[in-house]
T-cell receptor, first 113, second 111 residues
């Protein structure tokens, strides 16, 4: 069966450019999460969507980061005016609902030059 | 703020050994505790989820225990195999889905 998919798998961008990362969750999963994994910080929570509720944005590191989830399915994480410290692997996960097993995608590796 | 610590940071064992990975968390008000493995360059694979009301969960050669009051969880791997080599991550769910991860234990099982 289809798991969580993310695109692109790799993204190289120049400092100051905007980037969009896409996540397709498992069909029927109402909860969707974004995490960031970097060498210095480990795995950090960024944002959490649950159904039609307002997202939990408490992990977003700055106002350059935003995310949306359209139609309760696909999600896009946008980073504006990228900085070198944004370089990391961005992981998306989904679950049937909040508090259940999370299934992760393969990640998008972002490199900001 | 929840903090999760994993010990040891790295572990190397010969094939066939039984081993224990440790995870501790500072805030005992958790919904569940999840264990994952991560292979190099890949995403995370869920291994076990223990609800806060449970004491342990088992899947094949894996057994995870949870002692919420002391803020500890252990992952026991029986009869380790080279294919078990990976990074093992534990994560505490303190907000019904928002996971706080430990730094991981890098496990190497050599033939």
């Amino acid at each position: 069966g289809a798991g969580v998919s993310q695109s692109p798998s790799n993204k190289v961008t120049e400092k100051g450019k905007d980037v969009e990362l896409r996540c397709d969750p498992i069909s029927g999963h109402t909860a969707l999460y974004w995490y960031r994994q970097s060498l210095g910080q480990g795995l950090e929570f960024l944002i959490y969507f649950q159904g039609n509720s307002a997202p939990d944005k408490s992990g977003l590191p700055s106002d350059r980061f935003s995310a949306e989830r359209t139609g309760g399915s696909v999600s896009t994480l946008t980073i504006q005016r990228t900085q070198q410290e944004d370089s990391a692997v961005y992981l998306c996960a989904s679950s049937l609902s909040g508090g259940e097993t999370q299934y992760f995608g393969p990640g998008t590796r972002l490199l900001v030059l | 703020k929840q903090e999760v610590t994993q010990i040891p940071a790295a572990l190397s064992v010969p094939e066939g050994e039984n081993l224990v990975l440790n995870c501790s968390f500072t805030d005992s008000a958790i919904y569940n505790l999840q264990w994952f493995r991560q292979d190099p360059g890949k995403g995370l694979t869920s291994l076990l989820l223990i609800q806060s009301s449970q004491r342990e969960q088992t899947s094949g050669r894996l057994n995870a225990s949870l002692d919420k009051s002391s803020g500890r969880s252990t992952l026991y791997i029986a009869a380790s195999q080279p294919g078990d080599s990976a990074t093992y991550l534990c994560a505490a769910d303190t907000s019904y889905g928002k996971l706080t991860f430990g730094q991981g234990t890098i496990l190497t099982v050599h033939p």
